[in-house]
Antibody
Framework: QVQLVQSGSELKKPGASVKVSCKAS????????MNWARQAPGQGLEWMGW????????TYAQGFTGRFVFSLDTSVSTAYLQISSLEAEDTAVYYC??????????????????WGQGALVTVSS | SSELTQDPAVSVALGQTVRITCQGD??????ASWYQQKPGQAPLLVIY???NRPSGIPDRFSGSSSGNTASLTITGAQAEDEADYYC???????????FGGGTKLTVL
């Protein structure tokens, strides 16, 4: 069965860096892109971007360029999210999710069929 | 700001039917997908594409679309359906993805 298992909670000081991992199992890792989303406390889901697990090419949403880096280690079927120069506003749960593509007629969509359990990153002095 | 707009909160009486909507220009060109999220849990895909339910999702959940509006309908809402619901789709450029702001569903 498909599973995405993320690393545990992190408590970091402002200015530090953090690396969140997302280990996939139950499917061929390079067959699907991996998506990242953020959810600040009490807030909605925010799309951060995704990474093509075949080529390693990342796509970042507006607002997630510069300090946010997606990477892979395909030998262990794991995707990573690294955030540098952490700010208090980065306090959130970070989710990875498998990307799927659906098309019917002239319509299409990307959707996320399996999600990791989330990784809480708390930034506080 | 989100390119997909959802009502912040909706309520439904137990056993009744409720429709949760998602509006955005990109929905004229792309399908929406819907996710259920309960407190402290990761989102769960409930509808994707035209009206497709992943395995294990009850058939009381259905999706539809008209113009710039996508809808998630729960026919015969149950207490366990109380949750936040998010839509997502490709954005107007087609190159990125966007989530709606979410709708908190209360089952009375």
């Amino acid at each position: 069965q498909v599973q995405l298992v993320q690393s545990g909670s992190e408590l970091k000081k402002p200015g530090a860096s953090v690396k969140v991992s997302c280990k996939a199992s139950g499917y061929t890792f390079t067959n699907n892109a991996m998506n990242w989303a953020r959810q600040a406390p009490g807030q909605g889901l925010e799309w951060m971007g995704w990474i093509n697990t075949n080529t390693g090419n990342p796509t970042y949403a507006q607002g997630f360029t510069g300090r946010f880096v997606f990477s892979l280690d395909t030998s262990v079927s794991t995707a990573y999210l690294q955030i540098s120069s952490l700010e208090a506003e980065d306090t959130a749960v970070y989710y990875c999710a498998r990307v799927r593509y659906y098309a019917s007629g002239s319509y299409s969509t990307y959707y996320f069929d399996y999600w990791g359990q989330g990784a809480l990153v708390t930034v506080s002095s | 700001s989100s390119e997909l707009t959802q009502d912040p909160a909706v309520s439904v009486a137990l056993g009744q039917t409720v429709r949760i909507t998602c509006q955005g220009d990109s929905l004229r060109s792309y399908y929406a997908s819907w996710y259920q999220q309960k407190p402290g849990q990761a989102p769960l895909l409930v509808i994707y594409g035209k009206n497709n339910r992943p395995s294990g999702i009850p058939d009381r959940f259905s999706g539809s679309s008209s113009g710039n509006t996508a809808s998630l309908t729960i026919t015969g809402a149950q207490a366990e359906d109380e949750a936040d619901y998010y839509c997502n789709s490709r954005d107007s450029s087609g190159n990125h993805v966007v989530f709606g702001g979410g709708t908190k569903l209360t089952v009375l």
